[in-house]
């Protein structure tokens, strides 16, 4: 992926397409969460704490096995009727050019869905602003940008708290022990012990929410390790597989540019 940001000068003459199915995304193991959605995702994927060069981010699990989205089925569709924000407006992106940097629309220039034909939808209009569509994007994007900046600020609330430990996932995959490493998680026994005045900090930081969110969610690691077997099995074709998992797990109706 090569994400730039969009300007009239670059992309002037450039429309865009939307994306059909989920194969940009079939090879990530996790992806960032916005504390808008932690309820949702906490009831599918196992939420996590990814450790990073500006501290811990907050995560939701899709893989146990490298390089393999297990939430993606055989025919690149997203298998669980709830899609993460964080992807839902590829081939756009709000990123930042430096920590403190506020976020910027940008797009994937390698992706086949930016081209400078006419086939599909326009980035800008005439005057040189973006197009009403694209306006909308960016707008769900920043938001999404802001809901996570609230998630990781209660991330690293539990960070300073000494609440947060390294994330040992162990799992069986067609026989086979894995263990997936670089994760952390709540530390419930310290969470558990905190003073009242710690731990009143905390909830200030909606860190309480995040943290129970997160320990709730550990028992979604089964999903994976089902699905991860399940898709591993020649005895299971890929067509076998449920269209989604909310026909096993009950789930709310899937959304795109919202979270509610």
Not at 136 to 157: D, H, M, T, Y
Not at 209 to 230: C, F, G, K, R
Request: aromatic share 8%; net charge negative.
């Amino acid at each position: 992926m090569k994400f730039v940001p969009v300007t009239v000068q670059q992309h002037g003459c450039h429309s865009w397409r939307r994306f059909t199915n989920y194969s940009f995304c079939a090879a990530e193991m996790v992806v960032p969460i916005a504390a808008a959605e932690l309820s949702r995702v906490a009831g599918r994927m196992p939420l996590a704490f990814l450790s990073t060069s500006l501290g811990f981010e907050l995560v939701a699990l899709l893989s146990i096995i490298p390089r393999r989205n297990l939430f993606i089925g055989a025919d690149k569709r997203w298998l669980s009727k709830y899609v993460p924000a964080f992807f839902r407006a590829y081939p756009f992106a709000a990123m930042r050019s430096s920590p403190n940097s506020d976020p910027i629309l940008c797009v994937d220039e390698d992706s086949n869905l930016v081209t400078k034909d006419e086939s599909g939808e326009c980035l800008f209009d005439p005057d040189g602003s973006l197009s009403p569509e694209v306006q909308r994007i960016g707008e769900f994007l920043l938001e999404v940008e802001k809901s996570r900046a609230v998630a990781n600020n209660a991330v690293r609330a539990l960070a300073t708290a000494g609440a947060i430990k390294p994330f040992a996932i162990n799992v069986k995959v067609g026989g086979q022990a894995r263990a997936i490493e670089n994760l952390h998680c709540v530390d419930e026994e310290v969470l558990n012990k905190l003073p009242n005045e710690a731990f009143l900090r905390l909830r200030q930081e909606n860190a309480i929410a995040v943290a129970h969110a997160q320990l709730m969610s550990m028992e979604n690691i089964e999903t994976l390790e089902d699905l991860a077997n399940a898709q591993k099995s020649s005895s299971i074709p890929a067509s076998s597989l449920p269209d989604t998992l909310d026909e096993i797990f009950r789930a709310a109706q899937n959304e795109t540019l919202k979270f509610n």
